[in-house]
């Protein structure tokens, strides 16, 4: 069980990383059972059979899956979907990590803009990751979405 402390006492981020891991790896599993548990959606909105042509992200705490995200490469754009942390480690800088490092992942391979549909709920982590409000609300499985959106030129 980790053990995480509040404030400056601990900086959580100093032991997270990211890395690519592949479609239906031992990792992925563990990343779609902890998108069950975030997104709290059917299997079939949590995990897609196009998902093999996806990029999977994966985030690690002490060698731990903890984060995931996914990226669907589309022209010059990726859209970035199904990020979730671990509920126990919300509100650490994890979050904001995970979305640097697809961030700099899409730099890296050409893309221009990084977008994602967040709910309502989530609109204030993704203003304050400087992602912009981007039309107007639409709904997915019927739970209402913004198009949140971040310039990722170099």
Avoid: W
């Avoid at 992925?28 to 059917?42: D, G, Q, S, T, V």
């Avoid at 299997?43 to 899956?65: M, S, T, W």
């Avoid at 982590?125 to 107007?136: A, D, E, H, P, T």
Wanted: proline share 3%.
């Amino acid at each position: 069980m980790l053990s995480v402390v509040k404030g400056d006492e601990f900086d959580i981020t100093s032991n997270l990383s990211f890395k690519i891991i592949p479609y239906d790896s031992s990792d992925y599993k563990i990343a779609i059972m902890l998108r069950k548990e975030i997104l709290r959606k059917p299997e079939e909105f949590v995990c897609q059979k196009e998902e093999i042509n996806y990029i999977h992200v994966a985030g690690y705490l002490n060698g731990e899956l903890c984060a995931s995200a996914v990226l669907v490469p589309e022209n010059d754009l990726v859209k970035m979907q199904r990020v979730v942390v671990k509920t126990a480690l919300q509100c650490r800088g994890i979050g904001s990590s995970l979305l640097k490092y697809c961030e700099e992942y899409a730099k890296e391979h050409s893309f221009t803009e990084i977008y994602c549909y967040s709910r309502l709920e989530t609109i204030p982590f993704y203003l304050k990751n400087c992602y912009q409000i981007s039309g107007g609300t639409t709904y997915k499985n019927n739970i209402p979405h913004q198009k949140m959106i971040k310039s990722i030129r170099i």
